[in-house]
T-cell receptor
Framework: SQTIHQWPATLVQPVGSPLSLECTVE??????LYWYRQAAGRGLQLLFY??????ISSEVPQNLSASRPQDRQFILSSKKLLLSDSGFYLC???????????FGPGTRLTVT | DQQVKQNSPSLSVQEGRISILNCDYT??????FLWYKKYPAEGPTFLIS?????DKNEDGRFTVFLNKSAKHLSLHIVPSQPGDSAVYFC?????????????FGKGTKLSVKP
């Protein structure tokens, strides 16, 4: 069966520091991968998606970036965090032919 | 502009009764809809979905109804159980949009009282 992992689970970082969040999927090949953010009191906002290695599409311009160095690995990064980057970051995957996305456990990021 | 709206931020229901969670959308091009359930500090869990060619889909205690003319869908949970207490997100997919781009509502927090 497929599983999706995210780490770290929680993170507290100062403003201006770098960020790296990792997501890996097991039990499937060539998944579509997604990064979402849920800010306080708001719904889920799609940040990036990837349909293959090295292929990244950005939905919202910001100081975050994403990379997909391997088929089942998706990384969310920032060179300098802002206070507004605080939130709950979720990685999700889907098979190419499916609409249902399956989410990881999430990372709670607090920028201080 | 919000394309998927969940106008009730919270709902409280007695155990054993029916929970009805509502969702409205503005884009008539949406052709697939999903409901997710989310516990605090966890990722959303897929619950049930419906294609725009249907008006009802049922899975155990969960039923989703779609009214295309009203651009409205609802999730019915019956009977409601305390373990159903969570935030429920409605999501929609637009054909021709970003690959698998789910557009989410802001969620409704359901509380089921024992």
């Amino acid at each position: 069966s497929q599983t999706i992992h995210q780490w770290p689970a929680t993170l507290v970082q100062p403003v201006g520091s770098p960020l790296s969040l990792e997501c890996t999927v097991e039990g499937t090949s060539n998944p579509n991968l997604y990064w979402y953010r849920q800010a306080a009191g708001r719904g889920l906002q799609l940040l990036f998606y990837s349909v293959g290695i090295g292929q990244i599409s950005s939905e919202v311009p910001q100081n975050l970036s994403a990379s997909r160095p391997q088929d089942r690995q998706f990384i969310l990064s920032s060179k300098k965090l802002l206070l507004s980057d605080s939130g709950f970051y979720l990685c999700a995957w889907t098979e190419d032919s499916s609409y249902e996305q399956y989410f990881g456990p999430g990372t709670r990021l607090t920028v201080t | 502009d919000q394309q998927v709206k969940q106008n009730s931020p919270s709902l409280s229901v007695q155990e054993g009764r029916i929970s009805i969670l509502n969702c409205d959308y503005t884009n008539s091009m949406f052709d697939y809809f999903l409901w997710y359930k989310k516990y605090p500090a966890e990722g959303p869990t897929f619950l049930i979905s419906i294609s725009s060619i249907k008006d009802k889909n049922e899975d155990g205690r969960f039923t989703v109804f779609l009214n295309k003319s009203a651009k409205h869908l609802s999730l019915h949970i019956v009977p409601s159980q305390p373990g159903d207490s969570a935030v429920y997100f409605c999501a929609a997919i637009s054909p021709g949009g970003s690959q698998g781009n789910l557009i989410f509502g802001k969620g409704t927090k359901l509380s089921v009282k024992p």
